[in-house]
């Protein structure tokens, strides 16, 4: 996808509908930064979001990766436009110990009704925790 400024009334109802889902406002999901058919979103270590080892739960690191996906796809769509997730295949590299994870989520293509997009998320000193193929489809 070409990367570019995000037009300023979709960067704007973007900007709200990250507000808008109340399962992120629970994890504490956040807006960083969005490309055309990229973004890029940050969630904080907290012990509410690790399992039973102290690492962060797989499923937290699973909805950053999904909301991320959906953001990217968003930066592209038409008011009117929906999507749900129809495939989400990630591999978890190491875990999340502490600090912030940064997910970075691109659309690698968009087709008429499938968009297939992708997904690292990487902690606060840059290295890899995770990958991610994920498929979309318009409703």
Do not use: C, W
Not at 30 to 41: F, I, S
Not at 59 to 71: E, H, K, N, Q, V
């Amino acid at each position: 996808m070409t990367e570019g400024s995000v037009p300023a009334e979709r960067l704007e109802r973007i900007e709200r509908a990250i507000e808008a889902v109340p399962y992120a406002q629970l994890l504490g999901i956040e807006l960083e930064k969005v490309l055309l058919g990229e973004a890029t979103l940050t969630l904080a270590f907290r012990p509410e979001l690790s399992q039973n080892h102290g690492v962060v739960h797989g499923g937290a690191i699973a909805s950053l990766i999904d909301t991320a996906t959906a953001f990217a796809i968003l930066t592209l769509l038409e008011p009117e436009e929906r999507v749900t997730t129809v495939d989400l295949t990630i591999s978890y590299l190491r875990p999340g110990l502490e600090g912030q994870m940064r997910a970075t989520a691109r659309v690698l293509r968009q087709g008429r009704r499938l968009i297939a997009t992708s997904a690292e998320v990487t902690n606060e000193g840059g290295t890899l925790l995770a990958t991610a193929l994920s498929t979309y489809i318009k409703l």
